[in-house]
């Protein structure tokens, strides 16, 4: 029902600064808690960042300082402010969104990733 595609993934040196940006499509009836997670290789998944529909964020203590999560409510899109960038930040970064109809009948939704590499 909901598509989430992101952007904004690249190549950046370290000290270097990138903007990602997550847009949300399709049948969505309400946007509630979004957010940034990120894998790298042969590692697990992570929490990057979240923010819920008032703006209350949650940050990843490794990222905490470097990054910043918004949204706008009225674009159904998320971003992710990363400054500072670090070698291992690499990654593929996913968004992900709760939607559905209501706070009960709602679901996890998940991008296909930007890939973000930060090396010289």
């Known amino acids: 029902q909901v598509q989430l595609v992101e952007s904004g993934g690249g190549l950046v040196q370290p000290g270097g600064s990138l903007r990602l940006s997550c847009e949300a499509s399709?049948?969505?009836?309400?946007?509630?808690?979004m957010g940034w997670y990120r894998q790298a290789p042969g590692k697990q998944r992570e929490l990057v960042a979240t923010?819920?529909?008032?703006?209350?964020?949650n940050y990843a203590d490794s990222v905490k300082g470097r990054f910043t999560i918004s949204r706008d409510n009225t674009k159904n899109m998320v971003y992710l402010q990363m400054n500072s960038l670090k070698s291992e930040d690499t990654a593929v970064y996913y968004c992900?969104?709760?939607?559905?109809?209501?706070?009960?009948?709602?679901?996890?939704?998940w991008g296909q990733g930007t890939q973000v590499t930060v090396s010289s």
């Open positions: 992900n969104a709760d939607v559905g109809r209501s706070v009960v009948l709602r679901y996890s939704s």
């Open positions: 399709g049948t969505i009836f309400r946007i509630y808690a």
């Open positions: 923010i819920t529909r008032d703006g209350s964020t």
